[in-house]
């Protein structure tokens, strides 16, 4: 069998519709956008809901229930998996972090999460801690300091560090 010798299934393949190819076509002229009007100009779409002007549906019903998105606790998180290779030369807290390139600088509180094992003791200071990260931090010899006001990126409260303990770390 040869390129030139295959044959199509019947119905497998629909030709184009060739628009604006003239009257004979039956999609000249217009080329099967109707006369004037909106939707006949070229770049024109009308946004999703949109009803002529008449009042869209989505406003027309009222809203209900609550939807907590507005109000979550967003967290920058990294795992332990991360820390392990930058060692034990200092402590590692947001701003070695964001040096290294492991965090970016959003105004979130930092949370550090115990995904991956640690080879070295480590000292990390973070906004908060997962029970597991604390305990493999603590098992490796290192400690898991939690600063005591969780705040916005820029606060200077990051400085005051205290060692994590089972009520003040929780997830």
Known sequence: MRLHEIILEEGSARTRKRIGRGR?????????????GQKSRSGASTR???????????????????????????????????????????????????????????????????????????????DKFSVGAREKIEKAGGQALLNQEVGAAGDDNRNNAVPATGADAGN
């Open 48 to 126: 999703p809901g949109f009803e002529g002007g008449q009042m869209p549906l989505f406003r027309r019903l009222p809203r209900r229930g609550f939807n907590n998105a507005r109000f979550r606790n967003g967290y920058l998180i990294i795992n332990l998996s991360k820390l392990d290779p930058l060692g034990s030369e200092e402590i590692i807290d947001r701003d070695l972090l964001q040096r290294k390139g492991l965090v970016r600088d959003s105004g979130l509180p930092l949370k550090i999460l115990g995904q991956g094992e640690l080879t070295c003791a480590i000292r990390v200071r973070a």
């Open 24 to 36: 004979g076509s039956g999609h000249g002229k217009t080329s099967g956008r109707g006369q004037k």
